[in-house]
């Protein structure tokens, strides 16, 4: 049975332990990446704002045509607003998120040549725009690194003792003084992944977890290992049951 680790008391010991989580998640996850579907900026920006309260895998499903449809933030700003709701209206809010889209298109038009800028004060700028949005563009689109605090993130650092605040952008904060600023992106995915996959919000599968003796909130989910293992989901499963000797339930 794990030993539960200690919550962190300095900033020094966060930090530590934020590199500890790190180095560890990489061996855990070593392909983590955005599983939005994109191959442009603008794509991605457009695939980002689709995501809020849905999933990367239902955005996945509507962007295809969206993208075949839209393909310049000339065509999101003169979008016909009833055919752009239609085409992602599966993925929620689509009235707010059309009107965030055409705005987008028109904001790139007026201000940026129709380009989706690279930094961080103007993508803010942009409807549709916050800071996590932000983050996910600039880390997978420009190669910026940058922490993209979302639900799955905002969970297990506060679960890992790093943070005791729960507003993204203090919580983004704390992370990017506790991490080497090379890392930040690929810790947030991979803290998402482990999220999707692991520690999930309701039943956590602490019993299978390969991060337990790092972690001080150890047994808020089953400690038991297989019904720990059963809990775990995604194709890294044989890989994660491995890595704490379970590799007989994958």
Request: net charge positive.
């Amino acid at each position: 049975m794990a030993t539960k680790a200690k919550i962190p008391a300095t900033p020094l010991a966060r930090s530590r332990r934020a590199r500890q989580l790190s180095a560890r998640l990489a061996e855990g996850y070593p392909d983590a990446q955005c599983e939005l579907d994109f191959s442009t900026p603008l794509e991605l920006s457009v695939a980002t704002i689709l995501s809020a309260q849905s999933t990367d895998v239902r955005v996945n499903m509507v962007t295809p045509a969206l993208f075949a449809r839209f393909r310049t933030a000339a065509d999101y700003a003169a979008a016909p607003r009833a055919e752009l709701e239609e085409m992602i209206k599966s993925t929620g809010f689509f009235r707010n998120k059309s009107t965030a889209l055409i705005g987008l298109g028109q904001a790139l038009v007026e201000r940026f040549d129709g380009e989706v800028p690279g930094t961080l004060a103007e993508l803010v700028s942009l409807p549709g725009f916050g800071r996590k949005t932000a983050n996910v563009v600039l880390g997978h689109a420009f190669g910026v690194p940058g922490i993209t605090v979302d639900t799955h993130v905002a969970r297990l650092v506060g679960r890992f003792g790093l943070t005791g605040h729960t507003d993204p952008v203090k919580i983004e904060l704390d992370l990017n003084a506790q991490l080497p600023r090379a890392g930040w992106t690929e810790f947030s995915d991979r803290v998402i992944f482990h999220g999707r996959r692991l520690c999930h919000a309701r039943r956590p599968a602490c019993g299978a977890c390969f991060l337990s003796p790092l972690c001080p909130s150890y047994g808020v989910g089953t400690t038991d290992p297989e019904a720990a293992a059963a809990l775990i989901v995604g194709p890294e499963r044989p890989h994660l049951l491995a890595m704490v000797g379970l590799g007989e339930l994958g």
